[in-house]
């Protein structure tokens, strides 16, 4: 049981615009900072949105992160094949004093 | 933008440990924290727990305290994660990844631990 609950799955056509929810509590969503991870198979997480809604260098501006109380998510708008891959959400945990991650999402390209 | 290798995949019997590198390229070393990271296979990610060189100060996860041990380096820029009695439970990729405060923006490419008699 994850202490960041996302949905596990979430799918679109090419071009479509998907997004993916994440939703915690006060000790962690509410008073930290969001992250966003890209998982694409077989590969190490890569950070996509950084402090809610903030994008590294190189990440196309179709990817965009949003935050309000304790819930957060992912947009992914233009859609691409690409795009399929395993998403994950992380917030700082005051009480533990580490990151904890969401279950993860399945993002499938029909 | 900083860059981790990690040591190569490891098979290990019930009851034994295993020790992970993670070598660190470019960037500063001391004043980022170096997490680990699992995922058991088709499973998500588990943080294992923490260590910021420059205050020397390591934070575990309850559930791994007393098993896993993270430590640095700094004259080979070089973290390492050991993970004592290992069960079939353990058997994952271990990555580590550096940032603070859950900005985990680098990650090594990850390292599977196999735990089989």
Redesign the interface.
Known sequence: Q?VLTQPPSASGTPGQRVTISCSGSSAHLEN??V?W?QQLPG?????LI??NNLR?SGVPDRFSGSKSGTSASLAISGLRSEDEADY?C???DDS?????????TKLTVL | QVQLVQSGAELKKPGSSVRVSCKASGGTFNSHTV?W?RQAPGQ????M??LTPIFNSS?Y?QKFRGRVAITTDESTTTAYMELTTLRSEDTAVY?C?R?S?????S????TLVTVSS
């Open positions: 994850s930290n900072y992250y991870y590969t190490a997480p890569k950070l950084y402090r590294p994950y992380e917030a700082w533990l004093s580490g990151p904890v991650f969401g279950g993860g | 997490s990271v998500g990610l588990e943080w727990g923490g934070n996860v990555y990844a940032g405060r859950g900005n985990l923006a990650w090594g490419q990850g």
